[in-house]
């Protein structure tokens, strides 16, 4: 067994009252992985409101009201330890209060978790995009690898790996250097189909003489992801998955991986982070928040396990 798929990974599953973290925490569970993580259920309650009152802010609720909500959420986690914790190599609860995201984000470093694991409560990519959401909020400012969670509409059959296709972002880019090390760290079971996509962005609004130009330059750039592909292959086969390569050319990266996920039936998108700041992924976007708010399967946005905290960016933005 290799070092990647013996480690142990500290896992952070942010747990809300909502269907969906109960499907993320059960199909974690249920994975492969599950005996290797050890695994803190997290929820975080959100502070009262103030108003203000002779000058004198007062929370909206009494003090009493708020702490047994808190101790009610105590509760609920270590119902869930004591049902699902015996799964994960360790299983703790936790329970704060304050910005949910942020207190993931806070949380996640304090523990310098490997990755978080939260289940997505939007029911559609409108909703998603209109409103965000935490599994958002989080995903594109964390440090470390998110895993957002949605349920298939088919449920698995309990005898099958939780992702049988999967498909993999592959841009070239130096984020990518994680994307094999976390496919093999997921553990997914021989026989699993591994899709590696490379998206070439093409610029159909260029002008002709300018295409021209450029005609070698994009052959060489085909290339050398036929050869980054290949590259990656022989590990994953080694793995017993069937590895399907595919070059696609598109202008829009982001949509193609979410429209070749749903034509191949796959249930989990895995794409590196391929921006160098948290400013650049929140404020100018990026392909892998392009995928996790459009796409109907399961994303993990990979981030290198060996990394440096970068909290203080990340946490107050």
Same mark, same amino acid.
């Given at each position: 067994?290799?070092? @990647?798929?013996?480690? $142990? /990974?500290?896992?952070?599953?942010? &747990?809300?009252?909502?269907?969906?973290?109960? =499907?993320?925490?059960?199909? *974690?569970?249920?994975?492969?992985?599950?005996?290797?993580? $050890?695994?803190?259920?997290?929820?975080?309650?959100?502070?009262?409101? /103030?108003?203000?009152?002779?000058?004198?802010?007062?929370?909206?609720?009494? @003090?009493?009201? !708020?702490?047994?909500?808190?101790?009610?959420?105590?509760?609920?986690?270590?119902?869930?330890?004591?049902?699902?914790?015996?799964? !994960?190599?360790?299983?703790?609860?936790?329970?704060?209060?304050?910005?949910?995201?942020?207190?993931?984000? @806070? /949380?996640?470093? +304090?523990?310098?978790?490997?990755?978080?694991?939260?289940?997505?409560?939007?029911?559609?990519?409108?909703?998603?995009? &209109?409103?965000?959401?935490?599994?958002?909020?989080?995903? =594109?400012?964390?440090?470390?690898?998110?895993?957002?969670?949605?349920?298939?509409? +088919?449920?698995?059959?309990?005898?099958?790996?939780? !992702? +049988?296709?999967?498909?993999?972002?592959?841009? =070239?880019?130096?984020?990518?250097?994680? /994307?094999?090390?976390?496919?093999?760290?997921?553990?997914?079971?021989?026989?699993?189909?591994?899709?590696?996509?490379?998206?070439?962005? +093409?610029?159909?609004?260029?002008?002709?003489?300018?295409?021209?130009?450029?005609?070698?330059? &994009?052959?060489?750039?085909?290339?050398?992801?036929?050869? *980054?592909?290949?590259?990656?292959?022989?590990?994953?086969?080694?793995?017993?998955?069937?590895?399907?390569?595919?070059?696609?050319?598109?202008?829009?990266?982001? %949509?193609?991986?979410?429209?070749?996920?749903?034509?191949?039936?796959? =249930?989990?998108?895995?794409?590196?982070? %391929?921006?160098?700041?948290?400013?650049?992924?929140?404020?100018?976007?990026?392909?892998?928040?392009?995928?996790?708010?459009?796409?109907? @399967?399961?994303?993990?946005?990979?981030?290198?396990?060996?990394?440096?905290?970068?909290? $203080?960016? $990340?946490?107050?933005?």
């Amino acid at each position: 067994m290799s070092e @990647q798929q013996s480690r $142990n /990974l500290t896992t952070l599953v942010g &747990m809300d009252p909502s269907l969906p973290a109960r =499907n993320a925490l059960e199909a *974690l569970a249920m994975s492969s992985i599950a005996p290797s993580c $050890n695994v803190s259920l997290a929820t975080v309650v959100s502070e009262p409101p /103030l108003y203000r009152v002779d000058d004198t802010d007062l929370p909206w609720i009494p @003090q009493e009201v !708020f702490d047994s909500r808190m101790e009610a959420e105590q509760r609920r986690l270590q119902a869930l330890a004591d049902e699902l914790g015996s799964r !994960f190599l360790a299983c703790e609860t936790v329970v704060a209060q304050g910005h949910p995201g942020r207190e993931l984000l @806070q /949380l996640a470093e +304090t523990q310098d978790a490997d990755w978080i694991v939260l289940g997505s409560v939007g029911h559609s990519a409108i909703a998603r995009i &209109m409103l965000g959401s935490t599994s958002d909020y989080v995903a =594109n400012r964390a440090s470390c690898t998110c895993l957002i969670h949605r349920s298939p509409e +088919t449920p698995a059959d309990a005898t099958e790996s939780v !992702f +049988t296709r999967v498909v993999v972002a592959i841009s =070239n880019a130096a984020s990518d250097a994680s /994307l094999p090390e976390w496919i093999e760290t997921l553990r997914l079971q021989p026989g699993c189909e591994v899709h590696l996509l490379h998206v070439m962005e +093409t610029h159909p609004e260029y002008e002709l003489h300018l295409l021209k130009k450029i005609s070698a330059y &994009m052959e060489e750039v085909r290339s050398a992801a036929w050869k *980054l592909m290949e590259s990656t292959r022989p590990k994953l086969e080694s793995l017993g998955i069937h590895v399907r390569p595919m070059l696609v050319e598109s202008a829009h990266i982001g %949509q193609t991986i979410v429209d070749y996920a749903d034509s191949h039936d796959c =249930n989990l998108i895995i794409v590196g982070d %391929q921006d160098d700041t948290m400013i650049e992924r929140v404020m100018l976007g990026s392909v892998s928040r392009f995928v996790v708010r459009h796409a109907s @399967q399961s994303v993990l946005i990979a981030r290198s396990i060996t990394r440096s905290s970068t909290a $203080n960016e $990340n946490l107050h933005s």
